[in-house]
Each structure stands twice: as structure tokens, then as C-alpha cells.
């Protein structure tokens, strides 16, 4: 998560305004030390974003290292579930949407949250873990009542944790969620970095979705980079939820394309079997470098060094030139990925294909 600094400025009003009140409360809570406690229990929440839990996947596995007898609990995002149970990233996986990642503001879907939280109470959680730096999620986690609760205060909300801490914004978010459980004494854990599964005569992989359309490609370039690509390889397609006109437009055209379709597990199954992915910045990119595929990731104006998939056989592409469209959205440009032609894509897939079979 990358905050605007507006709403950086107005969370952290409102987090002075009701600090009192939760100031005065944790008086009445008892204090711990992280060195003189037995940790049984851990949870950590992370469910803003499907991506973001494959982010974490191997920060997990390092506090996991770090704390072998202990039970994590892995809080996050309903969507994700089954596949960080399928990923094993957790001893208990519990899927959650909460209102603030949904943009609901009713009472009523505020209460429930609170009440959620307060029910894991009885599990007698040691130590809790978020690594967003949203208030919010802060609030929740302070509701489970954890003994030591580490995280970050960029929106404010400090008092929330008993060990917080600054985040630096300006690098990835893996080595931000890393940063913080060093203090814990951790070492992240490196399998992944050199795990590489790619099938020479596996697909390449289109994958079109995304979670927000400011970082969506048009349908026509998908059309045209699949007819350029079946020229010399055997292309597939996923099919997502906001791809039934791609689907129906490829399907016009006399191209020799395989289709894919099923659940995240699946799409996991299905990828480690395949040659590489071109995706734009979401959750395909993530899942697809963790089991050690190559990836081809297509960035709009939007940092890549942030949130770009970890692959040590991966590749960035992004626009010739730096954003100067008026848009929307503070961060992302819809016309800069449409810049992004499909010839270019083209190119630097074969490219960088014929480079990775040449060193295997």
C-alpha cells in the first residue's frame, strides 16, 4: 500500500483527536516484553489485497522460522483463503473482507468488524503482526488484544502497538513487511529468490486482470500481442471476471489460442506448468514469480521498484516516457499503460525468452 499524502494528513488528524481514549485504555492493559514471553500464537492481518498476501508469503515463512512452535494465523482477504491455505503460508487461514478496503462506512459493518476481533480474543494471541500502516487496520489489530504488536503508524494510530515503528515508503513493500520483522529478529527467507520452474514447452500466459481499471491495458492490444505471439509460440488466455468482450473478440479470430479458467488453486496448478506470464501489476505477477515463473509485468505510470513481482527471471516494461496526462488518479494513468504498444511487448517477450532458455 502507497498512501497520498492528503490522506496521510487527515488519518493522522483524526488519529490525535481520539488518541485520549485509547491512551487511556491501554493504562489498564499489562505490559509484556517479547523476551520474556513463551510465544504460542501469531497472527498476522493482511487482507487488503490478494497480491499483497503472496507479498508477505515469504515473510512468513521467515517468522515461522524464527518462532517453529508458535501458531500463526494468518488473517486475509476472502478471496485469498484458499489459496494461502493451499500455499500452506499459515497454520490457520481465516478469510475477511472488512469495510475500509470495500469503501463501506455503515455502523453497522464497523460494529461487526470490531466484534470479529474482539472474538479472537480467547485464542490468547501473543504477538500480533500488520504491515500496512493503516490506521484502520491498526484499530482491528489493537481489538484482538495482543500481548506485543508490532507494525507501522504512517497514518497515525501508533498507540495502537506496543512496538511501532516509521515506514519508509520508498521501498518495496516486500522489504517494508521485512523491515519490520527484523526487529523481531528474523531473517528473510531466500528459497524463492532462485526457485525457477519455467517449461520450454510450456504457454506463454496472458493474464489481462486487474483490481483497478487506471492500470487495465485495452482489449485491442491483448488482441494483437496474442496474434503476434501465436506466430512463434503457443499463446493461452485466462479468462477473468471483466474479460468477456477480450474473450469474445479473440475468439473471432483465427488464432490457435488455449483458454484457462478455474479458481485461484487452479491458475496456480495451471501456471507452474507453463513457460512464462505477461501481466499487468497485480496479483498474477505475484502468484506466478512465487512458484518460480518468469514474468513479463506491463507498469503504467506507477512505480515498479514498489510493488513489482520478486523474480529473479522477470521483467519490467513501462512507457517510453514519463506521465504528463491529466488523470484521475494520483498515482495511476490508464493512458500511460495503453502507451505500451503491443509490438514493444512483442519484442522484449522474445527477447527476454530467448535469453532465460539460453542460461537453462
Known sequence: ???????????????????????????????????????????VTEYHRIGDVIIIAPILKSIKFKFPDAKIIL??????KELAEYLKLADD???????????????????????????????????GIDFKGDIRNSWFLWNTHPKISFGYDTTGGGYFYTNTHAMDQNVHQSKRAFKLIEKLGCRLSCDNKSRYN???????????????SERSWPDSHWVELARLLSTKFKVSIVMTKDSTNLIRKLKTKDLELQYFEGSLVDFCHYMSNQKCLIALDSMAGHLASYIGI?????????????????????????????????????????????????????????????YIESIF
Open 294 to 354: 518468469p514474468v513479463i509485468s506491463l507498469f503504467g505510470s506507477q512505480n515498479p521498484s514498489l510493488t513489482k513481482p520478486k523474480n529473479k527471471y522477470g521483467k519490467i516494461i513501462e512507457p517510453e516516457t514519463v506521465c504528463n496526462h491529466d488523470r484521475g488518479h494520483w498515482r495511476l494513468c490508464k493512458l500511460c499503460a495503453e502507451s505500451i504498444s503491443p509490438r514493444i511487448v512483442y519484442e522484449k517477450t522474445i527477447e527476454h525468452v530467448l
Open 1 to 43: 500500500m502507497i498512501y497520498k499524502p492528503i490522506h496521510i494528513f487527515w488519518a493522522k488528524i483524526i488519529s490525535i483527536l481520539i488518541a485520549p481514549y485509547f491512551r487511556f485504555s491501554n493504562f489498564f492493559r499489562k505490559k509484556y516484553d517479547i523476551q520474556s514471553i513463551n510465544v504460542k500464537t501469531i497472527l
Open 93 to 127: 487461514v481465516i478469510g475477511l473482507s472488512v469495510p475500509w478496503t470495500n469503501w463501506g462506512w455503515s455502523f453497522f459493518e464497523w460494529y461487526k468488524i470490531r466484534s470479529f476481533a474482539k472474538s479472537l480474543r480467547p485464542l490468547g494471541i501473543d504477538l
Open 75 to 80: 488473517i486475509c482477504n476472502e478471496y485469498a
Open 198 to 212: 519455467s517449461i520450454k514447452k510450456g504457454y506463454i500466459v496472458l493474464h489481462p486482470g486487474v483490481s483497478d
